[in-house]
């Protein structure tokens, strides 16, 4: 691998890493640099962040064209290390907010069902101050459970 390869990686680990700090997920999220090499852990990007009951599992790829498939299996090792796999690519020459991620499909339904799990149902009678109460507390908890996901 060229010195060019490994610094055009080593920019999209990095912008994964920020946006994860960026978003509150994980204020110790960074780049794990020379992920492949020796018995260090093999993700691209070092995170705490729990996804579906395992550790987050980063495999960044920032290349010209898309080998997803190949892409795919390398991502998938990280299972063997008992993490969940994500692929974040980039293409070149697309903005880096257009840097997209493939996960299991059972994956991102799990992420949406419990992101849209909690909702309110209105009376004819509503008790506004037992509602704000609610929202409140769940705001709570949501703000709490960042730091364990």
Known sequence: MTQSTKQKGRLLENY??????????????????????????????????????????????NQKTLAIQDWWRQTKKLENLRMEPILAFHIENEPWEE??????LDTFLELVKAQSSITFTTSANPDYKQKYAIQNAISSLKTLLKFYE
């Open 99 to 104: 840097t997209k991620v493939v996960i299991y």
């Open 16 to 61: 994964v890493a920020d946006q994860i700090v960026a978003k509150g997920m994980d204020p110790k999220a960074r780049a794990n640099g020379d992920s492949g090499a020796g018995n260090r852990d093999k993700s691209d990007v070092s995170t705490s962040i729990m996804v579906r009951g395992q550790n987050a599992g980063f495999e960044c790829k």
